[in-house]
């Protein structure tokens, strides 16, 4: 939670990411809103997010400044401020 600034509030899913120079990259998987499997990668200041198909709904993701919704099945590259 400390690296990624993850919360879950307002039904959709918060991100702040701290950028740590030390680490080129990470990643992880976690369960949201019924979706098994969510996959969020950090990168040399990408983000990206990716929700297996299911019959579930979107995944609200939010940024400092920003907003997304990704569909089941779909996966969400974005670009975080330096």
Known sequence: ???????TRGGALWLD??????????GFALRYQGHWGVRLRLERGNLE???PSSDASAIDVRLP?????VEPGQTARLELPD
């Open 65 to 69: 400044g920003r907003a997304v919704s």
């Open 17 to 26: 990411p701290v950028p740590l120079p030390e680490l080129s990259s990470y």
């Open 49 to 51: 997010i990716a929700v």
């Open 1 to 7: 939670r400390g690296l990624t600034g993850l919360e």
